[in-house]
């Protein structure tokens, strides 16, 4: 609870116009990284050892900080969430990277699904909604069309470029510090501080 009353603090904070919604939504469902909430939806990496015939979990690196002998493994969602990397967690000595194993025996198996489905899919993810939502977001802040403008993009690429002067205003179209006639190269042309 306490993190959606900050979300949207910081929301309401950012000050945007009603058609900059992207950067309010990326807001609300963005993942929490170090106090931020611009980061992609995405599982919450896992860590995981055996201990007493059991398995121990955590999400908590300081609890592997504590005991780092080299049999902490973990799921670890990189890329994005585009990519799962399972193994194990270096040692202190070691060079600092994940050495990557596999699925050892029928309890980790469990314990892989329990992660990827429950805490990934359903948890994190809202079942596809929250990074469907999160990347609409994202496309809208990327391509920044602002309503009731000429909206017109350069034929020489900058597809998410998006002319911002009035509709059927003269001369060339205008995004930030680039301009463009209608079958132009794009030129820069800082826009002269008033
Ligand atoms: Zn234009």
Known sequence: MADIVNRVRRMRRQNRRWYEWGHRVMTLVGREDGGAYGGVPRPRDMWFRHENGRI??????????AKNDGEWKIFDSQSDGF??????????NDNGSISRSGLDGRAEQRLFLRWFVWDGLVKAEWLGLRRWLYYKALTSVVEQKVPFTCQATPTSGYSHWHCSLRRKHVGEHRFHNYTWANSGRVKFKPVRNA
């Open 56 to 65: 121990r979990t955590t999400y908590n690196y300081d609890d592997v900080r």
């Open 83 to 92: 990519e799962v990397v399972i193994g194990y967690w270096p040692h202190p």
